[in-house]
């Protein structure tokens, strides 16, 4: 069945940057789009990012938008999130998201 298993989460301060990591198995990953969802405490879910397949076509929610940036290596069946200039508002567990699929998350703290 699908998995994903996110990690790379942590404390940072803010300006800082952090890499997650989501390991997908379970279906074809190199013709799958692959999105990235947090959730703030007490806030909803935030889609903040997708890398798409074939030409790898990517999207970034305003809020991130040079910021984040989204990559994917196939061969090792795994997307990554590279956060630079961290903000405290970015705090959040961090999901990755194939269809209807979820990980388990990874939490970030942007705080100083």
């Known amino acids: 069945q699908v998995r994903l298993v996110e990690s790379g989460g942590g404390l940072v301060q803010p300006g800082g940057s952090l890499r997650l990591s989501c390991a997908a198995s379970?279906?074809?990953?190199?013709?799958?789009?692959m999105s990235w969802v947090r959730q703030a405490p007490g806030k909803g879910l935030e889609w903040i990012s997708r890398i798409n397949d074939g030409y790898e076509a990517t999207y970034y929610a305003d809020s991130v938008k040079g910021r984040f940036t989204i990559t994917r290596d196939n061969a090792k069946n795994t997307v990554y999130l590279q956060m630079n200039s961290l903000k405290p508002e970015d705090t959040a567990v961090y999901y990755c998201?194939?269809?209807?699929?979820w990980g388990q998350g990874t939490q970030v703290t942007v705080s100083s």
């Open positions: 998201n194939f269809g209807t699929s």
């Open positions: 379970g279906f074809t990953f190199s013709t799958a789009a």
